[in-house]
T-cell receptor, first 112, second 115 residues
Framework: DQQVKQNSPSLSVQEGRISILNCDYT??????FLWYKKYPAEGPTFLIS???IKDKNEDGRFTVFLNKSAKHLSLHIVPSQPGDSAVYFC???????????WGAGTKLIIKP | DAGVTQSPTHLIKTRGQQVTLRCSPK?????VSWYQQALGQGPQFIFQ???????QRGNFPDRFSGHQFPNYSSELNVNALLLGDSALYLC??????????????FGPGTRLTVL
């Protein structure tokens, strides 16, 4: 039972345009959501998070949107840069504890 | 600052064998968590160690055990290896167990292949 789903295994975006990565969840108890970025041969690095009391959180070029009624969150990257090419993981938890439930990841490719 | 380091980088074992993976946390961090990432999937939480004790555990069998040493480094042990244990094993460290999960730092992982 996949509680966190990233339905797009890969996404290709032109440099300078907006990248939108999507994530759906099924467990209504989740109240803390995170996005991680992973380069090959490196561990995941934390990118941005959002708690369920908010519907939007921004950090520079990265914005996460949360739609609780739809159990959906998305990560927007504007503008997309070549260095953004990586695998992006969505993760969720009940409270900000360590037992995160992760999606399978979306490979983002930024084309020059 | 070396960040989180893990050894070995790659490992090949046979079914039924036992394996030990090692992790050194980021300088100043005292909490270590272990994750299993199977091919094409996201990481799954195995357990967390703080003050040399297992504090939280995910849905993994007792074949998976760990240890934390006084210098905060940690080992993950897997007994009676199964083919399905083939995965990337990630270690993450953080300052205290109460730190937000987003503030943990991951190592590059150990790739375990079970034949």
């Amino acid at each position: 039972d996949q509680q966190v789903k990233q339905n797009s295994p890969s996404l290709s975006v032109q440099e300078g345009r907006i990248s939108i990565l999507n994530c759906d969840y099924t467990n209504s108890m989740f109240d803390y959501f995170l996005w991680y970025k992973k380069y090959p041969a490196e561990g995941p690095t934390f990118l941005i998070s959002i708690s369920s009391i908010k519907d939007k959180n921004e950090d520079g070029r990265f914005t996460v949107f949360l739609n609780k009624s739809a159990k959906h969150l998305s990560l927007h990257i504007v503008p997309s840069q070549p260095g953004d090419s990586a695998v992006y993981f969505c993760a969720a938890s009940v409270g900000s504890n360590y037992q995160l439930i992760w999606g399978a990841g979306t490979k983002l490719i930024i084309k020059p | 600052d070396a960040g989180v380091t893990q050894s070995p980088t790659h490992l090949i074992k046979t079914r039924g064998q036992q394996v030990t993976l090692r992790c050194s946390p980021k300088s100043g961090h005292d909490t270590v968590s272990w994750y299993q990432q199977a091919l094409g999937q996201g990481p799954q939480f195995i357990f967390q160690y703080y003050e040399e004790e297992e504090r939280q555990r995910g849905n993994f069998p007792d074949r998976f055990s760990g240890h934390q040493f006084p210098n905060y480094s940690s080992e993950l042990n897997v007994n009676a290896l199964l083919l399905g244990d083939s995965a990337l094993y990630l270690c993450a460290s953080s300052l205290t167990p109460g730190t937000s999960v987003g503030e943990q730092f991951f190592g590059p992982g150990t790739r375990l292949t079970v034949l």
